[in-house]
């Protein structure tokens, strides 16, 4: 993708014929929705800078957390106490990030999402709840290049 235009400059899908069953009849993952995990991470984190609720250094908890029906748990299944923010992105912690988007309100971030092209993150936000945050939902390759597109610019 052509960051300046958002022009595709090379596309390769299905590489066998979709009857040739020995494939399987494979499915273009470009264009299939597949789980974000925690690819959302940086736009939430820049929301809430652009929103001035968290500044890069600011401390968040990374501590054994329980919400309804939900208790997030770091990739490595450890905590590290007080992070700070631009940490905790970079090391892709999941209970700040769950955090996060308890505070910035699941609904407000979905709005972003879509504004930016992430046209597949449809449902209520409620459907999502802040599981979304960690891969809770699901977008199309197309659709995360798009939205990514504009990063370098800023």
């Not at 029906?69 to 992105?89: C, I, M, Q, W």
Request: with cysteine.
């Amino acid at each position: 993708m052509e960051v300046k235009t958002g022009k595709v400059l090379a596309y390769c899908g299905n590489t066998t014929p979709i009857k040739n069953k020995n494939h399987q009849n494979q499915v273009d993952i470009i264009q299939a929705p597949r789980s974000t995990g925690s690819i959302l991470k940086p736009f939430l984190y820049a929301a809430s800078l652009q929103d001035g609720i968290l500044l890069p250094q600011q401390l968040i908890a990374d501590i054994p957390t329980y919400y309804e029906n939900f208790a997030p748990k770091n990739y490595h299944r450890t905590y590290s106490g007080a992070v700070k923010a631009d940490e905790a992105l970079s090391r892709s912690l999941n209970v700040p990030a769950v955090r996060m988007l308890k505070d910035y309100d699941i609904g407000r971030f979905c709005s972003i999402l879509q504004k930016t092209g992430l046209n597949t993150i449809k449902s209520a936000p409620d459907y999502y709840g802040l599981s979304l945050i960690l891969g809770g939902a699901e977008t199309k390759l197309f659709e995360l290049s798009g939205a990514y597109a504009p990063w370098p610019e800023t």
